[in-house]
């Protein structure tokens, strides 16, 4: 190995050079690897795309640049020691707050303050070497098995079944009594038109719908897509769009009851979705109930 590929090989962690390990030298299948390695055939093909997506990410960066951070970089040092701990020496969120040397990154409000403010200095940085290393941060935070940085700034994860588990508990909160019906009053007297230029959004409920679901024609605003994003709810160009993902959601249970019908239900949820016009603003978003509850929360 060269100089690059040696200090990538560094930054993976044990069970992901046993990963690359097997793969290269032996020519284990997936099964017989995850044997070997004590692990479930998912968690093996896991370990084994990250640590192929790491080694290739990590090499490919020191091959251009001898740090992670360049010598003059604008960036607090607790910021740079953090990321550092992370990436090069894997430590966990606990322990890389600890490496900084501030006790008080421990808690989640004050590292994700530090986060932010040297993260926007980041991005706002045209020098190549920034440029690079804000890549190398976000793809490792991607295809990470924890994340490292503040959910504004996460990319989508690459991994389908926890793309699968946020669209699980998106569908099952809409479907829940926690789900605060009323919003739909509030964002109807704000945004519903008659208008055939519109775009078109669902209202989920079996108690206020015969069909579980209302198509609803809303206007076709700069703010209207700002506030239904701001509100976890997808906004659709074409009526059928609509009509199919409130059909989805409602008759969900039915059409996951069995493994092939569930991969196949998953999939084509997931398309349908990224026909939606606000997917991207939403797809970065982690669905889960605090987060949903509290929105809904902002507009009671």
Known sequence: MNEAQKRAWDCLREDERQSLFLQMSTGKSSWEA??????????YIEIRERSQVFFKLFTE??????S?????????????????ACIEKRLNIKH?????????????????????????LLYD???PWDIDTKALIIEFDRWNNFRILPKMY??????????????KAYIKYLLSKKFPTWAYERISERFRTRSLQCYYVVFISTELYVNGYLIVRVKKTEECLREMTRFFIYVFADESDAENFAFMVVNNRLRT???????????EFRLLLEDAVNYKELNNIEFNRVALSSTYSSIS
């Open 96 to 120: 890389a707050s600890l490496y900084t040397g501030e006790t008080s990154n421990r808690q989640v409000k004050i590292r994700e303050s530090m986060l932010t403010h040297n993260l926007r």
């Open 154 to 167: 996460q990319a989508p994860s690459p991994y389908g079944r926890r793309v699968v588990k946020r669209y």
């Open 34 to 43: 995850g044997t070997i390695m004590k692990r479930s055939h998912y968690k």
């Open 125 to 127: 940085s045209n020098d």
């Open 257 to 267: 009851n069995s493994i092939k019908s569930g991969q196949k239900f998953w999939k």
């Open 61 to 66: 960066f020191f091959e251009k640049h001898e």
């Open 68 to 84: 992670i951070f360049r010598p003059d970089a604008p960036f607090k040092r607790v910021f740079m020691d953090y990321i550092e």
